[in-house]
């Protein structure tokens, strides 16, 4: 009887210690996990809103799906905390006429 207060006096808080212990370690590793998805994703929407900024530039105007599919990248790019130059970049091609019309005589 005595062996078996022993071992639940030093055997159960160890396991429970070691299980603890785990489960921290194994919330460290997806939440470092995760913050690199969404460096990740950031950075493939911010690459897109550059790419999408450059192109309709040049041409001088922006179709309005191509504005739309913008709006939901600028979206998901500023949710995840983006903020910078692109902003600036999103605000540009949104100014733009949705036509290739609607340039002449500007």
Known sequence: MEIINLVLKW?????CGAVIAWLAGAVRNLRKRNDALENGVQCLLRA??????????LKGYCPIYAKDSLKRSYQAYHD??????ATKLYEDV???PE????TVGK
């Not at 995840?80 to 130059?85: F, I, K, S, T």
């Not at 036509?99 to 609607?102: F, K, L």
């Open 48 to 57: 897109e809103i550059i790419r999408e900024h450059k192109e309709y530039i």
């Open 11 to 15: 055997a159960v808080p160890f396991v």
């Open 94 to 96: 949104i100014a733009l």
């Open 80 to 85: 995840l905390g983006g903020n910078d130059v």
């Open 99 to 102: 036509s290739a019309s609607d």
